[in-house]
């Protein structure tokens, strides 16, 4: 519910508050942090495609009107595939998921989705993302997610992945590489962080 989710993001700074003003308390606040939070999730990143050329050519009040009409056949998709969207930045999702595999089957749900959309959609209307997933040890408070799996998902999803692609990090490949058909491992190096990832295949 949205009372705790506020709660408990609210209790989250007040750890980290006590952080900053005790030095000497780090390692106790640090293990009440973990205790608390500490969990083993999926998130799932996305990125709109296109989103400079539509705005030059059509302006953004036509892209993010295109983009809530997209995103509101997007959110019964992740709902579907037990998947919560924790926020929409500009034209981002970061949706979290409790395993890697519902992750994946969302993402490929999501883009047969664009793609019906797409088929019958005038020239100006078309749309397409990018899904980057990561799956790991994270902090999760209900309504954000903070971890190395993040920002990696963010990289493959903001910075890697091309149109209709899924891209995962080596967690989540090692997690269902026996139920998904997967590419070979690529290596990327973003804001100097290098990390392997794999393509899904469908």
């Not at 799932?44 to 539509?54: E, P």
């Not at 989705?113 to 209900?142: K, M, Q």
């Not at 995962?168 to 590419?183: G, I, K, L, Q, Y």
């Amino acid at each position: 519910m949205p009372h705790d989710f506020l709660r408990h993001q609210k209790e989250l700074n007040k750890y980290l508050d006590q952080r900053n003003a005790h030095p000497e308390q780090r390692a106790v606040v640090d293990r009440i942090i973990k205790d608390r939070f500490e969990q083993q999730m999926t998130v799932m990143i996305t990125d709109s495609v296109g989103f400079s050329h539509l705005t030059n050519e059509y302006g953004i009040i036509h892209f993010l009107a295109l983009l809530k009409k997209v995103n509101g056949k997007l959110k019964p998709i992740v709902r579907q595939h037990n998947g919560k969207v924790l926020s929409e930045w500009a034209d981002n999702f970061v949706i979290s998921f409790e395993k890697p595999k519902d992750a994946i089957h969302a993402g490929i749900a999501m883009n047969l989705c664009i793609r019906e959309y797409n088929a019958t959609a005038p020239r100006d209307s078309r749309f397409g993302i990018c899904i980057g997933i990561g799956h790991g040890t994270v902090l999760y408070t209900g309504d954000d997610i903070f971890g190395h799996q993040v920002n990696l998902a963010s990289k493959l999803g903001e910075d890697v992945a091309k149109d209709a692609e899924i891209l995962v990090t080596e967690n989540v490949f090692h997690a269902c590489r026996d139920e998904f058909t997967f590419s070979g491992c690529e290596e990327a190096s973003v804001s100097s962080v290098s990390f392997k990832y794999y393509k899904v295949t469908y």
